[in-house]
């Protein structure tokens, strides 16, 4: 095996652990259960060094804030405190060698990661999946879609103030040093995150079967609209979606225009918000658009 001698063996069992460095990563070697295990000597949640924590039973338990770990993964028991780096050791002769472990799978893992930190309500997650993933040659508009997925799945009401946020931070990306745009993503998804928490999930409409026209199909939408009839609305929005989205989004901002500011420019807003976010991600009209249904049709009217 290939790696980074971290000490003795004898020292191993003496102390029950080691010390050292994989490339610029600390890492701690324990002796537990009648084996090696090496794990990331930093905890993820705020640093703090790992190899002070207290092993019992193939966990690892920080001191600061009683995080746990599971010494074979280096995945936490605690959501809140992130999963830490596992790698592989061996014992050669009188040598602890470590090394790192494949990093196959390693952009699904951190979109995954997101999601969780969105779920959770978790910004250090969110932040650390973000920048895991910007480094990882993943494309910021990726990481947006990531965010506008869970909040047009996760928030009944549709499309709201975290999803516009999101997409603001998009549009301001060219206008920000590249160093910064973790930062920026961060905080756009973890606001994004916050509007989502606390709502019921959103089951979308499917859209008509077979063939529509756009000007009948646009007729009946503003028709709907006038009348707040939601489903029937978010149908016709689905179907023009896939069908003709330049032609839906047409019909969609005349209904937004049928009376003088709806909720005082808000729905408007969020329209535009939405048909930019579909355009960027791309092939997202169906999923985006409808959204917007349900707050154009609540919407106040003057």
């Known amino acids: 095996m290939t790696g980074v001698s971290i000490g003795s063996v ?13 490339g610029e990563l600390p890492v ?27 092993v019992h039973d ?9 995080a746990r770990f599971d010494l074979s993964s280096g995945s936490t028991l605690d959501l809140w405190a992130d999963d830490a780096v596992a790698f592989d ?17 390693d952009v699904e893992r951190l979109e995954r990661r997101l999601v ?28 947006v879609e990531i965010g506008l997925r869970f909040s047009a799945a996760n928030r009944v009401e549709g499309w709201g103030p975290g999803m516009t946020v999101a997409q603001i931070v998009l549009n301001l990306l060219s206008h920000v040093p590249s160093a910064e745009h973790g930062r920026a993503l961060t905080q756009g998804l973890a606001f994004l ?14 859209p008509l079967e077979g063939e529509a026209e756009p000007a009948q199909l646009a007729r009946w939408y503003r028709r709907f609209i006038e009348n707040r009839l939601g489903q029937s609305a978010e149908r016709v929005a689905a179907t023009g979606s896939r069908l003709d989205p330049t032609a839906t989004e047409r019909f969609m901002f005349a ?24 355009a960027a991600i791309g092939d ?19």
């Open 10 to 22: 004898a020292e191993l069992h003496s102390t029950g652990r080691l010390v050292g460095k994989v």
């Open 28 to 54: 701690v070697v324990f002796w537990d259960d009648g084996r090696a295990w090496a794990i990331e000597d930093r905890c993820p949640h705020m640093g703090f060094p790992l190899h002070r924590g207290t």
């Open 58 to 66: 193939g966990l690892l338990t920080c001191h600061w804030h009683h």
């Open 89 to 105: 050791v061996a014992i050669e002769g009188d040598e602890v060698r470590v090394s790192h472990r494949p990093s196959g799978g």
């Open 116 to 143: 969780e930190g969105l779920e959770d309500g978790l910004t250090l997650v969110v932040a650390k999946a973000v920048h895991g993933l910007l480094a990882g040659g993943v494309p910021p508009a990726r990481i």
């Open 193 to 206: 995150g916050r509007d989502t928490q606390g709502h019921r999930p959103r089951f979308p409409v499917a």
């Open 255 to 278: 209904a937004c225009t049928d009376h003088v500011f709806i909720d005082e420019g808000h729905v408007i807003d969020y329209l535009n918000k939405a048909c930019e976010a579909a």
């Open 284 to 302: 997202a009209w169906a999923l985006l658009l409808p959204t917007v249904v349900p707050v154009m049709v609540s919407a106040t009217r003057h």
